[in-house]
């Protein structure tokens, strides 16, 4: 008896949590499942136009894959550092009605390595993404290097360490 109550809740529990994930636009594929903090169900990817150069505009192409099949994906662009000349438009799409790419125009006066940050919204939980744009005769993976420490940890995910420096003040 105490086997089949306890099996009858495990049923009724997985069930339940099937139908919340449903009700709540969620796909329930293995693939979207995140070990930490959850975020949009939503991937990014982009594509330069060719050699970034200072001074001359380059064309990015972003794609956004939603996970889930309804719901407003919402996206706000924000160039960082501000020497990098950003002309997009914060864009919202309606799944399964429009098409969830966009294309970005940027330019920086100097060489270097800038990076357009991209926010998304999607059902209610948000992520973010980095666009790395490498300018002039620099390479990303230079850049990172001059600036961080490369690992790799016990489970093979490498892992590149930049410096940080906490500063604490109080108020009296």
Do not use: W
Not at 12 to 27: H, N, P, R, T, V
Not at 30 to 52: D, F, I, Q
Not at 126 to 145: E, H, N, T, W, Y
Request: aromatic share 6%; proline share 6%; hydrophobic share 35%.
């Amino acid at each position: 008896m105490k086997r089949t109550c306890l099996y009858l809740s495990a049923l009724m529990l997985a069930s339940s949590s099937l139908a919340f994930a449903k009700d709540i636009g969620q796909e329930t594929h293995a693939h979207y499942r995140s070990p930490g903090k959850p975020g949009a169900p939503v991937t990014m990817s982009y594509e330069l136009s060719g050699t970034p150069s200072a001074g001359m505009p380059l064309t990015i192409r972003v794609h956004f894959t939603p996970h889930v099949t309804e719901g407003e994906l919402k996206i706000h662009y924000r160039a960082d550092p501000d020497d990098l000349n950003l002309v997009a438009n914060d864009a919202s799409y309606t799944l399964g009605k429009d098409d969830t790419s966009a294309e970005l125009t940027v330019q920086a006066a100097h060489d270097g390595v800038y990076y357009i940050n991209v926010f998304t919204e999607l059902a209610g939980r948000a992520r973010s993404f980095s666009i790395p744009v490498p300018v002039g005769k620099v390479s990303l993976k230079s850049a990172l290097k001059a600036n961080g420490k490369p690992s790799v940890d016990a489970q093979g995910v490498r892992r590149i360490h930049l410096p940080a420096e906490e500063t604490v003040t109080t108020s009296n």
